[in-house]
T-cell receptor, first 111, second 114 residues
Framework: QKEVEQNSGPLSVPEGAIASLNCTYS??????FFWYRQYSGKSPELIMS????GDKEDGRFTAQLNKASQYVSLLIRDSQPSDSATYLC???????????FGQGTTLQVKP | GAGVSQSPSNKVTEKGKDVELRCDPI?????LYWYRQSLGQGLEFLIY????????KSGLPSDRFSAERTGGSVSTLTIQRTQQEDSAVYLC????????????FGPGTRLTVT
């Protein structure tokens, strides 16, 4: 059973701090990784995709991938209360057409 | 451009009735996925369509659930003889195809079985 693991949280950070969200995956053949943000009562929204080892930055978001350690992370700089949401990590399956989703980490940014 | 659309946005039905949920993917997207999300839970994969290939039905929880995709575009998820445990948000997503491509989600259909 291919899995993606995330700490459910909640992760609480003060406004303006860096939030660090982490994810591990079991499918060593996965080549694509995604972070989704899901506000309460809404559907998941894609915020980052990453395919190569290293860092990928987009505005206040940085995704980090380490395939050797099977580890993906998302950093949110200058966290805002509007960043409070559940963040879903997903890994592309190496032998099916599917994405494998983690259960999500709830982030709370306190003013 | 237009995103993934789903209808209805909300559906309340009585136990034992059949329901149909519709998904319109992003134009040009060959892959279409259905997920279910119960309150406070993660995404549960249901079924995956890719082009003209046979769908991956491995996530369908029972034979009361079925889905079809007509003309490689619109998809309908049908739940027969609904049960209270079917109450959830049903999400549709589409992509250009396969696990390397980003999936984009529709707004979902909230199903309540009374």
């Amino acid at each position: 059973q291919k899995e993606v693991e995330q700490n459910s949280g909640p992760l609480s950070v003060p406004e303006g701090a860096i939030a660090s969200l982490n994810c591990t995956y079991s499918d060593r053949g996965s080549q694509s990784f995604f972070w989704y943000r899901q506000y309460s009562g809404k559907s998941p929204e894609l915020i980052m995709s990453i395919y190569s080892n290293g860092d990928k930055e987009d505005g206040r978001f940085t995704a980090q991938l380490n395939k050797a350690s099977q580890y993906v992370s998302l950093l949110i700089r200058d966290s805002q209360p509007s960043d409070s949401a559940t963040y879903l990590c997903a890994a592309g399956s190496s032998n099916t057409g599917k994405l494998i989703f983690g259960q999500g980490t709830t982030l709370q940014v306190k003013p | 451009g237009a995103g993934v659309s789903q209808s209805p946005s909300n559906k309340v039905t009585e136990k034992g009735k059949d329901v149909e949920l519709r998904c319109d993917p992003i134009s040009g997207h060959t892959a279409l996925y259905w997920y279910r999300q119960s309150l406070g839970q993660g995404l549960e994969f249901l079924i995956y369509f890719q082009g003209n290939s046979a769908p991956d039905k491995s996530g369908l929880p029972s034979d009361r659930f079925s889905a079809e995709r007509t003309g490689g575009s619109v998809s309908t998820l049908t739940i027969q003889r609904t049960q209270q445990e079917d109450s959830a948000v049903y999400l549709c997503a589409s992509s250009l195809g396969g696990p390397s491509y980003e999936q984009y989600f529709g707004p979902g259909t909230r199903l309540t079985v009374t």
